[in-house]
């Protein structure tokens, strides 16, 4: 109802409340569902159109401390992301960002363009500048791009980390990923044993976070939303090494080894010999 623009959303449920609302002929109260693609929506018998609704698009550089929701939780005192943007309706956040970490969220009433940006079998990209404590070696940065296991939540998909630069002390490393577990980069450091100091998303697709200072917001333009829907780079993780000394299992019956390249059969056994080479050369 808020994306027909019917009102906010504690307007929308004050009308539920006061049963002016049905779905597909039914009076509906608080807590009932509705999908605008397949249910019929009416609000004082009147149908609602959701198809005519504008598409709205916008990049938030999210600050510290600021909840990547649309309402916080009760009790909770932090403001949301929804709160620091003033237009009215139902907005999906593309992107989220725990409380401790800022940088590039869009924000969009077009579910579809959402559920493609977020959903991990899109494998769209989104790239974070972390600073950790410590100089990560070549072997943790590898195993960190093949993947971590984060217990219940399985193992992390394959991602792109480089450093650019850093010492013993701190090191700021550039990570590419195509999904995002709960405070997924944060645990996968800890567990390397190079805790997070400063996190920042700063792109999603190529989409980049710009000049936007901390909570600023800016609404996107056609250029923008074709950056937002292309990967930053084709990554791909490394092959885990093969073994010492592997040899592949035999699928036909065993031969004895020759030495030289194999050569298909004619039918009769060659003689490379020299000795009969040259016999047969004295003979012609």
């Not at 509906?28 to 598409?55: C, M, Q, R, W, Y």
């Not at 600050?63 to 009760?74: C, E």
């Not at 969220?105 to 950790?132: C, E």
């Not at 035999?250 to 194999?262: C, Q």
């Amino acid at each position: 109802m808020a994306q027909a623009n019917i009102g906010s959303r504690r307007a929308c449920e004050e009308l539920i409340e006061r049963g002016r609302v049905k779905v597909n002929g039914e009076t509906i109260t608080l807590g009932d569902k509705a999908d605008s693609a397949t249910d019929i929506i009416e609000v004082d018998g009147e149908k609602l159109n959701f198809a005519s609704l504008p598409k709205i698009y916008v990049a938030l550089n999210k600050p510290i401390n600021v909840l990547s929701t649309n309402i916080a939780r009760k009790g909770e005192d932090r403001r949301t992301v929804r709160e620091m943007i003033p237009i009215e309706g139902h907005l999906f956040t593309i992107g989220r960002l725990d409380a401790e970490s800022e940088g590039l969220i869009v924000l969009t009433n077009d579910g579809d363009l959402a559920n493609r940006l977020t959903h991990p079998r899109y494998r769209h990209t989104k790239t974070y500048k972390v600073t950790v404590y410590g100089l990560p070696p070549a072997d943790i940065i590898r195993q960190w791009e093949m993947g971590i296991d984060l217990g219940e939540d399985g193992m992390t998909a394959p991602c792109s980390v480089s450093i650019i630069k850093g010492d013993k002390n701190l090191t700021s490393l550039k990570i590419i990923m195509t999904e995002g577990k709960k405070r997924q980069i944060r645990r996968v450091a800890t567990k390397l044993g190079y805790p997070v100091r400063h996190l920042v998303r700063t792109h999603i697709g190529k989409l980049e976070l710009g000049e936007l200072r901390l909570g600023e917001w800016r609404e996107l333009n056609a250029d923008d939303l074709k950056a937002l829907q292309t990967p930053e780079v084709q990554f791909r993780a490394a092959a885990p090494q093969r073994r010492r000394n592997y040899r592949p299992k035999r699928t036909g019956p065993s031969t004895p080894k020759t030495r030289g390249k194999s050569k298909r059969s004619t039918g009769r056994k060659p003689d490379n010999s020299r000795r009969t080479q040259r016999s047969i050369k004295r003979t012609k």
